[in-house]
Structures are given as C-alpha cells and as structure tokens.
C-alpha cells in the first residue's frame, strides 16, 4: 500500500505502534484499525481515519474510517472498564514518550505533569494566581517550569492570531483561546508538537462551581461532556497556529469509560467537586496539591482582566463582547457566522 500519512500518535491494546505497523494493519483487514487507540489523523489510499473522541482535529467524523467519503468502520477500541487510577497511568504513560506539559496548578494537570515527568509551561499575567500557584506545585513535585508572562500588548496582538480561527467568539472563548495560544506558541519555539493538558477533567468528574447548586447532575454532566467537541475544535485550532496539538489523556477511551461508570453523586458532594479524581490524585500528590481548588484557567491566568482592560482602554467600556467582535471583524471574521 502507498505510505499513510499519520498525524498524531496511535496504539493498539497499549501498545504504540510505529508508522511500519500502522501501515501493516491498514493493508489488511480494516477491522483490525477499528480498535485503534490514542490521538490521531491518518490518510491513505483515498481514506481517512481518526481517533475515537476526534481529539486530532481533521476532515473525517471522530471514530470513523472514511474511504472515498463513506464511512467503512467505526472506530472504538472498546476497553473493558477499569480502574481509574490505572487508565490514567496508561493514558499519561502512552503520551509520555515527548512534549510538555501546561501545568496550572491544579490537581488535572498537576497529576498529569506528575505522571509525565516532563517540562512544564505556564501561562500567565505578572502575579497572577496560575504563575504563583504553578510555581509551588513544580516546587513540590521537584518539575522543571517555564514561565510565560503575558501583558496587554502581548494579548491583543495573538487575539488577532486566535479569533480567526476558533469556532465560537465571546469574552470566555477567546480569553481561554488567546492563554492557549501561548502555551503552544511556546511549546513550538522549544520543540515541542505535543501538549500535554488537563481537559474533560471538570466535565467528567464534575469540577465545575455549578454542579455545587444543580438540580440534576447527571443532565448537567452529560450535556457539558458532549459540549467537549466544540472545545476540542477551539484549542487545536489554536494549537495548530504553532503546528502543535493539545494531547489529553482524561480524554483516553479508557479514562473516559472508567469515569462514566461511576454515579454521578459519587463526583460531587460533601460540597467537593471532582471527588474521584482528588481519591486518585492523594497517591501520587500531596494532599495540598490533590484538594486544592483552583481558579478557572481565564480568571487564573489574568487573561480575562487584561481584555477586560484592553476593552476598557480602546472605548468599549464593559462591553467586552463588543470588543472583541470589532477585532474579530477587523481580522476577517464574519462574527454572525461564528
């Protein structure tokens, strides 16, 4: 068969596997690509296939082999329900081998950069929450951290980079968006494609402040996983501006399947969010680590309060939505259409 074009990484019942054997398995019986695990875009003789959770971003629907635009087979490696502690040891080990981590401080990508014992990035305003608090978790996890300070200058230029691209525009996105960018533009000045982060962590294990007041946690948890899709598509969009990709091992099938078969008031209660999660991460944390409860990664960062000021600045008061739709404009982006 002509050579595949293999975007990202791929495993077979975890173990990866090279580009010779990717190759090996789609010249045979495709079947055997429909338990194909790990983050990936692969092309080849007119198809297409791509990872089970659409984690790689590319022109074929998540968990799907695509051959002359028909879908051929599915794409799910269909792991039997396991411990959560050990999926996520196999999820970061498999993911491990290079790249690094974007490490805020708390216990998702604290737990990640742990298991990964790669470097470590953070992004953030002078003094703001994620640079102090990264800087105490690598502390006390003896991780080697970068530090990337952002200011106004900084932000309004890379928004300019960021808002062509993402699928949604208002103050949250962008601000998420414009700290990511950042990140991989940083990972891509030092080598690196692959970024290692935290995200589907709130989603699956209920790490938002409102699930705190919900009158229905599973409806509230379902619907935000599903939501996952179109974060995906706005962070290695971003991502993609410094050819890199956001890699995310809570998003491993086998994380995913482990942390869908615990009940959902088993993630939240005694009014402590993300509770299995906290019990996995106290064995390889400490407890300070694995408990804390942080800011949200806009707040965290400071990049909110900086396009806050920025609008302020430019004559928008606090309409920040208004602001950021003028550069989105200015750029080429028809924000109707977002």
């Not at 580009?19 to 990936?40: C, K």
Request: proline share 4%; with cysteine.
């Amino acid at each position: 068969m002509p050579s595949a074009r293999v975007k990202g990484w791929v495993e077979l019942d975890a173990i990866r596997l090279t580009q010779r054997q990717v190759e090996a398995v789609l010249s045979g019986d495709l079947s055997r690509a429909s338990r194909f695990g790990g983050e990936f875009l692969i092309e080849w003789n007119g198809c297409l296939a791509r990872d089970h959770f659409g984690i790689m971003a590319g022109d074929c629907p998540p968990g799907t082999v695509l051959c002359n635009g028909k879908v051929v087979e599915k794409v799910d490696p269909a792991y039997p329900v396991m411990d959560l502690g050990k999926a996520i040891e196999i999820a970061v080990g498999l993911r491990s081998d290079e790249g690094v981590v974007a490490l805020s401080g708390g216990v998702d990508s604290a737990l990640v950069a742990k298991l990964a014992r790669l470097e470590c990035v953070v992004v953030g305003a002078s003094g703001s929450h994620d640079i102090s608090r990264a800087k105490q978790v690598a502390r006390e996890l003896c991780l080697p951290l970068e530090q990337v300070l952002i200011d106004s200058g900084m932000i309004e230029d890379s928004m300019r980079n960021v808002l062509p691209v993402i699928p949604k525009i208002d103050p949250v996105n962008v601000s998420i968006a414009t700290t990511l960018y950042f990140v991989a533009e940083w990972a891509e000045a030092h080598g690196h494609q692959r970024i290692l982060a935290g995200q589907g962590a709130d989603e699956l294990f209920g790490g938002y402040a409102r699930y705190l007041q919900t009158e229905n946690l599973a409806e509230d948890l379902e619907r935000d996983f599903q939501g996952l899709a179109l974060q995906l598509a706005r962070d290695q969009a971003v991502a993609a501006l410094h050819g890199a990709y956001f890699s995310l091992p809570y998003m491993d099938v086998r994380v995913v399947r482990a942390a869908r078969s615990i009940p959902p008031e088993m993630k939240v209660y005694d009014n402590i969010r993300k509770r299995p999660l906290r019990d996995v991460a106290e064995k390889y944390l400490p407890a300070s680590v694995a408990r804390y409860e942080k800011k949200a990664m806009q707040y965290g960062s400071g990049m909110m309060k900086e396009i806050q000021r920025l609008a302020k600045r430019r004559g928008y008061g606090k309409s920040v939505q208004s602001y950021v739709e003028k550069i989105a404009q200015e750029e080429g982006r028809n924000v109707r259409g977002a």
